[in-house]
């Protein structure tokens, strides 16, 4: 299977995006980048000659559409870069490195230098993304940049959350998927059901619209990895570390956008990694979980926004003193 496969069709996929309208007015340009031995595809939203940038990491499985509503929120006077991972959406996989934390951080200090972006620059993360950006920036090597966003941060290890219990499931879920024959093992990571009930899992609102959409997004967006080995060794890494091991070797000014009813990180760790910054501030976002980016991106967008123009502030009267 390659990325670009198609899907049978599903009865979600039909359910109206409430961030369209929002996202047809942000241009975008489509690119991509030769790094370490795969094909990097990435989408630059907004104003090409923008002050500020963002580059966004998506999570575990997703691709670049997963942020697309926050970029909807944010595209006013801002570039924002979003590529798809390495091995997942349109990005091939690496054949230089292993799809590990190390491997990623390597990737994402290539990408960011092939970029040879010029002004502010801020990195973002969600999810699995969060742990990709600090473990990059917790190396001392490459350009650092000026501010970095942790969204949904995974902030202690993934058995510690409350519901350790699935993760230990998903553990086995992922054991047995490699343990079986390629074909099989392959099915078996794409199997609809068992993406649906990661879906029901997650989505934490009410809204029946809305919890259509997000379910559309996962049946869409959630198989779109390019092998076995790939989401394999990506799902290792994402059980294996979290944000709270790199924390203190991040001088940046950073800012978590954590859900109060997130299920993989508990509010209260959210809290406690807050502390391990040098420099970290913490909006909690209360009536959703783990996909703030999907049920609560204005929110979000609002909380980035409030964080990038104090940093601004700050700039400013820096340079006046």
């Known amino acids: ?19 369209a309208e929002a996202l047809g007015r942000v241009p975008v340009r489509r690119a991509e980048l030769p790094l370490l031995g795969g094909l990097t595809r990435y989408w630059d939203y907004g104003d090409p000659d923008a002050a500020t940038t963002l580059v966004l ?21 801002l570039r924002l870069i979003s590529p798809d991972l390495p091995g997942f959406g349109e990005s091939t996989p690496l054949t230089e490195r292993d799809h590990d934390i190390a491997g990623y951080s390597a990737w994402l200090r290539a990408f960011t230098a092939a970029l040879g972006l010029r002004g502010r620059v801020v ?18 090597a490459g350009e650092r940049p000026d501010a970095v966003v942790l969204v949904n941060p995974i902030g202690q290890p993934a058995l510690a959350g409350p519901r350790g219990v699935l993760t230990r499931l998903a553990i086995f879920y992922y054991w047995l998927a490699a343990a079986l024959p390629d074909r099989l093992g392959f099915a078996l990571l794409r199997n609809r059901v068992i993406v649906r009930v990661m879906s029901e899992a997650m989505a934490k ?68 990694l807050r502390g391990l ?45």
């Open 277 to 321: 910054f040098p420099d970290a501030g913490l909006v909690e976002i209360a009536d959703v979980g783990h996909l703030i980016h999907y049920e609560k991106p204005v929110e979000a967008a609002r909380a980035i926004e409030e964080f990038l123009a104090a940093g601004d502030a700050a700039a400013e009267q820096g340079e006046s003193a």
């Open 123 to 140: 990195l973002l993360g969600h999810s699995f993304g969060s742990i990709v950006v600090a473990a990059t920036l917790a190396e001392d």
């Open 205 to 272: 609102t009410r809204v029946r619209s809305l919890r259509a959409w997000i379910h559309g997004q996962h049946d869409s967006y959630f198989s779109a990895f390019s092998d076995r080995r790939v989401v394999l060794q990506a799902f290792r890494a994402s059980v294996a570390h979290d944000v709270s091991e790199y924390a203190a070797r991040i001088p940046e000014p950073t800012l978590l956008v954590a859900a109060v009813d997130d299920d993989i990180t508990p509010i209260a760790a959210e809290r406690r």
């Open 57 to 77: 990491v998506h999570g575990f499985r997703g691709d670049h559409h997963g942020l697309e509503p926050v970029v909807a929120q944010l595209g006013g006077g």
């Open 1 to 19: 299977m390659t990325s670009s496969t198609r899907y049978a069709a599903s009865p979600y996929r039909a359910a109206a995006s409430p961030y």
